[in-house]
């Protein structure tokens, strides 16, 4: 595994898994962002066998905070939780199935600015490293 770079930032979050129910599972989640791959956040949840990584857009996320976003396999949108707090509700999409968590709309505030700070909107262009993604490309 390589090591982050000085300009990537991690942060430990916890999400609450909804069930129909009511109240779920907590999943400890790793939020991730690297200034290498500026357009895009991941959501890393540990299990068992290993961490199944999320990867989708960091405009996403931040449109999720203020209002429903997402048409494909990740829909965000703003709710409150069971003690009348504001969370974001995360859906996740797959083949395998569907899960549905949400976590408190504050420390995924504070980790989007964190990463707006590495990389300001609109200087996304500016941080790709367009010969690296060719070598990847072709090593494929």
Wanted: hydrophobic share 40%; net charge negative.
């Amino acid at each position: 595994m390589s090591r982050p770079a000085p300009s990537d930032i991690r942060q430990r979050i916890t999400m609450r898994c909804v069930r129909d129910a009511g109240a779920g599972a907590m999943l400890p989640v790793v939020l991730g962002y690297e200034a290498r791959d500026p357009y895009a956040v991941s959501l890393s949840f540990g299990t068992m066998t290993g961490d199944i990584v999320w990867t989708f857009g960091r405009d996403l996320l931040r449109e999720g905070l203020g209002g429903p976003v997402g048409i494909g396999d990740v829909r965000i949108w703003p709710g409150v939780d069971l003690l009348g707090r504001p969370c974001l509700m995360v859906e996740f999409r797959s083949p395998d199935g569907e899960l549905l968590v949400e976590t408190p709309s504050e420390p995924v505030r504070d980790f989007l600015e964190r990463t707006f700070e590495v990389v300001p909107t609109g200087a996304e262009s500016q941080s790709l490293d367009v010969d690296a993604i060719i070598d990847q490309l072709l090593t494929v």
